[in-house]
C-alpha cells in the first residue's frame, strides 16, 4: 500500500516537472506570455498585447468613433494596420469606457455602460490559466497543463494567416468596408462536397447564386490551407500528400531572391468579395521598411462578383477588369442619392409601369434600350427559343411582367426578367454575343452605353412614340385635374364658412358644456377604481398596461380605463401632463378617444372611450363568419388612414411602435381604430426596444427596432402595416406552426411571395374562396409585400399605401423579403 502511494506521488511530481518545462520553453520563446489579471483599455499604454516579434498585437482598435477587439498586423514603415481577426462581429463597438480582463472563465469584456461583463470567442467551459500572442498571428487560451483550450486561428473571420487553416463548417466573411469589419455582403465557404464557393451574403446556397469556386466537387478536399511558405492550396485531411494549389510558379522565385526579408503571408476576402493572396515583406531594403505585394486573385475583375451592384443595376469596367462602375438602368435612378460611381447601389423606377394591363393603346407607351454582353443573375420566368430580336422585344413590350429580357444571338432565344434585375454584369471577355433589351417609358431619352473595345461613351437616342396620344393623354388629363382642383376650391371655402358660423354658434350657446365635451377631465384613482368595480373585469392587456371597462355619469357611459405599468409610471408628472395633452390633441374618426386621465403618486391611468365590438384579432383569427374582399380592404384602408394621421396631420409626429391586431378595435359600424398610439413616448427613457415585444407580438416589429442597428422611423409601423394586411388577406397569423401543410407556409410573408412570384394567388384564400375580387386580393398582396420589406428605404409611405389600396397609384412588382426562395 505504502508502494502504491509512493509510485502515485512521484508521478504527479513528475507531471509537474513536465507542465512547469513545457510553460518555460514556451515563455523562452515567445516572450509575450499574460497572466490571468492581466487588463487592456482603448486608451492609454496597455490597449493591446503584441507578440514577440512586433508584428501582431490583440487588443482595442478603432472602428469609427468607437472601438472593437481584435488582431492586427503591424506596418512599421507606413504607419498602417491590417485588421486580420475580430470578436464577436455582430456585436456594435464599445466605448473608450472599455475594459477586457483575462479571467479564469476566459476574456470577459466590460462596455462601460454599466452592464454585465460579456465572454468574448474565447473558448468553452475550461479553465484559462494565461494567454499568449504568438508570432504567427495567433491569439491561444491554455489550461494550467499548457495545453491549448482557444485560439483564434480556429474561427477565422475574413482573412486566414500563414499556418491557419478553414476547414469544413467555416467560412470567411468580408467586411462591410476597410474601416468596419462587421460583417460584409460576401462569404466563402469550405463545402462538405469539397468545392471551395463564394456566395453573395442574402443568397441562396445554389448554384446559380456561386459567382467563384474551386470546381473540385466530389473530390478528396477538405479544407484550405496557407502555409507560412505562402501557398494557398486545398488539402485532404486523410492524405496530407494529395493538395491542389491556387499559386505556384513565379511568385515563390520573387519570394526568395530578398534574403534579408521577413514574409508574413496571409489570403483576405475583401470588401469587394474577391479572394486575394498578399505578401507583406519586413525589412527588404533597410532595417524599418516593409511593403504589401498582391501575389494571387481569384476573379480578374470585381464585376465578376454577384451582387456588388445592387437591384436594378449593372457593373461594367474595361477589358482589364479596372475602372469598376455600379450603373443604373435607364429608366431607373440610385435609390441613395448620396451613392458615388464606384460603390454598390440598389436602383427603383421613376416611373411605374405595373398597370399597362389597363389599356391596349397603353402598351405602345414603352420601348427600349439596348446594352450588348450584359448578362443576368437568377432564372428567367420565361424562354422563348428560335425567334429573332425583333420578336423578342415584342413579346416583353406585350408582357406586363417583363422588366426586361436577354437575347442571345448564338442560340436566337430570348430569356425574359422579372424586376428587380439582379448581378448584372457586362461581360467584355464573353464569346457569346447577347443583347440586354430594358424597358422603359418611351417618352424618357433612351441613353444606350456602347461597350465595344473601341468606347465607353454613351450615345444619347431620343424615342418619340405615338406623340399624339400621348399629347391628347395629357392634355386630357390636366383637364381633369383642373376641373377637380375648382370643385375642391370652391368645397373647402363653403366648408370653412359653414365651420366658421358653427364655432360662432357653439361659443354663444351657454347651454353646450364645451369644456366637458371637448378637453381632458381629470379623475380620482377612487373614482375610477368605483366605476371599473376595483377593477374587476379585465377586457385586455397591451405592452403599456392592463385595460379595464367601466361606466361613468349619469347614463351609465361606458369606458376603458388603462392602467399603466410602473415602467411608464415613473415618469414625471409634468413630463405626463405634456405628453398626454398631445394625444389628446389627435382626433380622428379611426383613433380611439382619450376622454381623461388620473395622476395621484405612482398611480397613473388613461380613460378612452369604448369600442365594443373587440379587437382586429378577435376578428381574423376568432371569428367564424367569413369577410367579404370589400369588407378587408375597408378595414385595411381604416388603419392606413389611422397611421397617415399620425405620420403627417397631427400637431406632433407620433410613431405608434407597437401596431399590431389586438391595438385595432372595431366600433359599432365596423369601423377600425387605432388604440395605445403615442404611448411609445411616455416609455421611460433607457428601456430595451425589444420590450414592447415583451408580450408575444414581437412579429409585427421591424428588422430596424428589434436588432437595434438604425433609428426607428415612421417606415416601422409600415412594415407593422404590412404585416397585419397580409394577415387581414389570409386570415392566419404571420407566423404559424399548425393547420399548414409545408413548412414554407409557416413565415405567411415568404409563403405570400411565393405564391405570388408562382401566380397561385387562390392559394391564399383556398379556406373562403368564394366570391373573391381576385383585382383587390392582387392590389393587396403586392402592397403587403412592398410594406415588409427589410430595407426601410423600399418601404412606402403611408399616403401611397393609400393611394395603391384605393387603386389611384400605380403598384410596382414588389421584390422579394429577405430570406424569401423566388
Known amino acids: 500500500m505504502a508502494s502504491s502511494s509512493l509510485v502515485l506521488l512521484l508521478l504527479l511530481f513528475l507531471l509537474m516537472l513536465i507542465t512547469t518545462d513545457a510553460r518555460n520553453t514556451i515563455e523562452k520563446n515567445n516572450s509575450s506570455i499574460f497572466r490571468l489579471g492581466s487588463s487592456l483599455s482603448p486608451q492609454g499604454k496597455n490597449s493591446s498585447w503584441s507578440s514577440s516579434s512586433g508584428h501582431f498585437s490583440f487588443g482595442f482598435y478603432p472602428q469609427g468613433s468607437d472601438f472593437a477587439v481584435g488582431i492586427w498586423l503591424v506596418n512599421p514603415s507606413e504607419n498602417t494596420t491590417t485588421v486580420v481577426w475580430t470578436a464577436n462581429r455582430d456585436d456594435p463597438p464599445v466605448s473608450s469606457k472599455s475594459m477586457l480582463n483575462l479571467t479564469e472563465h476566459g476574456l470577459l469584456l466590460q462596455n ?13 467551459s475550461y479553465i484559462v490559466s494565461w494567454a499568449s500572442m504568438l508570432d504567427s498571428g495567433n491569439f491561444v487560451l491554455y489550461d494550467e497543463h499548457s495545453n491549448v483550450i482557444w485560439q483564434s486561428f480556429d474561427y477565422p473571420t475574413d482573412t486566414i494567416l500563414g499556418g491557419q487553416k478553414l476547414t469544413m463548417g467555416h467560412a470567411l466573411i468580408s467586411s462591410i468596408s476597410k474601416s468596419d469589419h462587421s460583417p460584409g455582403n460576401f462569404y466563402l465557404t469550405m463545402q462538405d462536397d469539397g468545392n471551395l464557393v463564394a456566395y453573395p451574403f442574402y443568397s441562396g446556397v445554389s448554384e446559380r447564386d456561386a459567382y467563384w469556386a474551386s470546381n473540385t466537387l466530389y473530390e478528396i478536399y477538405q479544407q484550405l490551407s496557407l502555409n507560412i511558405q505562402g501557398f494557398l492550396c486545398l488539402e485532404s485531411v486523410s492524405d496530407p500528400t494529395s493538395t491542389l494549389c491556387f499559386n505556384n510558379g513565379n511568385e515563390q522565385t520573387t519570394r526568395k ?63 482589364s477588369g479596372a475602372d469598376v462602375a455600379c450603373k443604373c438602368y435607364h429608366g431607373f435612378t440610385p435609390s441613395n442619392t448620396k451613392s458615388s460611381p464606384n460603390t454598390p447601389i440598389d436602383c427603383v423606377q421613376m416611373n411605374n409601369k405595373d398597370d399597362c394591363e389597363r389599356s391596349e393603346g397603353l402598351r405602345l407607351l414603352y420601348n427600349f434600350t439596348q446594352i450588348k454582353n450584359l448578362f443576368w443573375g437568377g432564372i428567367p420566368y420565361s424562354v422563348i427559343p428560335l425567334v429573332d430580336m425583333e420578336t ?23 430569356s425574359k426578367y422579372r ?4 448581378y448584372g454584369n457586362i461581360r467584355n471577355y464573353s464569346i457569346t454575343e447577347s443583347v440586354a433589351l430594358i424597358k422603359f417609358p418611351s417618352s424618357i431619352i433612351s441613353i444606350s452605353p456602347q461597350t465595344s473595345n473601341d468606347t465607353n461613351t454613351p450615345k444619347l437616342k431620343f424615342v418619340v412614340d405615338n406623340k399624339k396620344n400621348l399629347i391628347m393623354i395629357l392634355s386630357l388629363t390636366l383637364g381633369v385635374v383642373s376641373l377637380i382642383c375648382l370643385i375642391m376650391a370652391v368645397s373647402i371655402f363653403f366648408t370653412y364658412r359653414r365651420q366658421v358660423n358653427r364655432y360662432a354658434m357653439l361659443s354663444e350657446s351657454e347651454k353646450l358644456d364645451f369644456t366637458k365635451e371637448c378637453s381632458l377631465r381629470s379623475f380620482s384613482f377612487d373614482e375610477l377604481a368605483k366605476s371599473t368595480g376595483e377593477f374587476s373585469e379585465e377586457i385586455g392587456r397591451g405592452s403599456f398596461g392592463t385595460v379595464y371597462k367601466g361606466k361613468i355619469g349619469d347614463n351609465n357611459r361606458s369606458i376603458a380605463v388603462k392602467r399603466l405599468e410602473e415602467r411608464i409610471a415613473d415618469e414625471g408628472v409634468r413630463e405626463f401632463q405634456a405628453e398626454i395633452t398631445a394625444i389628446a390633441r ?68 407620433i410613431i405608434h411602435c407597437n401596431i399590431n391586431p389586438r391595438n385595432i378595435l372595431m366600433d359599432e359600424s365596423w369601423t377600425a381604430k387605432i388604440s395605445d398610439f403615442g404611448l411609445a413616448r411616455l416609455s421611460k427613457r433607457g428601456n430595451s426596444r425589444t420590450k414592447i415585444g415583451d408580450d408575444g407580438r414581437s412579429r409585427y416589429l421591424a428588422p ?61 384564400i383556398r379556406h373562403d374562396e368564394k366570391d373573391v375580387d381576385w383585382k383587390i386580393l392582387e392590389r393587396m398582396v403586392k402592397v403587403g409585400l412592398w410594406c415588409v420589406q427589410d430595407h426601410q428605404s423600399l418601404r412606402p409611405t403611408m399616403k401611397n399605401v393609400i393611394l395603391m389600396l384605393e387603386g389611384l397609384k400605380d403598384i410596382p412588382v414588389p421584390p422579394a423579403p429577405s430570406g424569401s426562395v423566388g
Open 586 to 653: 389627435t382626433h380622428h374618426r379611426n383613433l380611439v378617444k382619450l376622454i381623461g386621465f388620473c395622476i395621484e403618486g405612482s398611480k397613473k391611468l388613461l380613460v378612452y372611450e369604448f369600442v365594443s365590438k373587440g379587437s382586429l384579432a378577435n376578428l381574423l383569427f376568432e371569428r367564424e363568419a367569413g369577410l367579404s374582399w370589400k369588407e378587408r380592404i375597408k378595414l385595411a384602408l381604416d388603419v392606413a388612414r389611422g397611421l397617415l394621421y399620425l405620420h403627417e396631420e397631427c400637431e406632433v409626429q
Open 257 to 319: 531572391s530578398h534574403n534579408n526579408t521577413t514574409s508574413i503571408y496571409r489570403a483576405t476576402l475583401d470588401v469587394d468579395g474577391n479572394l486575394r493572396l498578399y505578401e507583406h515583406q519586413f525589412h527588404f531594403e533597410g532595417n524599418n521598411s516593409s511593403r504589401v505585394v498582391t501575389l494571387w486573385h481569384a476573379l480578374n475583375s470585381t464585376c465578376q462578383v454577384y451582387g456588388f451592384c445592387g437591384l436594378n443595376s449593372y457593373c461594367s469596367s474595361n477589358i
Open 112 to 124: 462601460g455602460n454599466g452592464d454585465s461583463p460579456k465572454k468574448l470567442d474565447s473558448g468553452d
Open 419 to 422: 424586376l428587380p434585375l439582379i
Open 704 to 764: 430596424e427596432w428589434q436588432q437595434e442597428v438604425a433609428s426607428v422611423s415612421v417606415k416601422a409601423d409600415i412594415y407593422s402595416f404590412g404585416v397585419i394586411l397580409l394577415e387581414i388577406i389570409c386570415r392566419r397569423r404571420s407566423i404559424e406552426m399548425n393547420d399548414i401543410s409545408s413548412s414554407d407556409e409557416i413565415l405567411l410573408s415568404n409563403w405570400v411571395y411565393q405564391c405570388y412570384a408562382a401566380e397561385k394567388l387562390n392559394e391564399l
Open 392 to 414: 423578342c422585344e415584342k413579346a416583353c413590350q406585350q408582357d406586363c411582367f417583363c422588366g426586361g429580357a436577354l437575347y442571345v444571338t448564338i442560340y436566337s432565344s430570348c
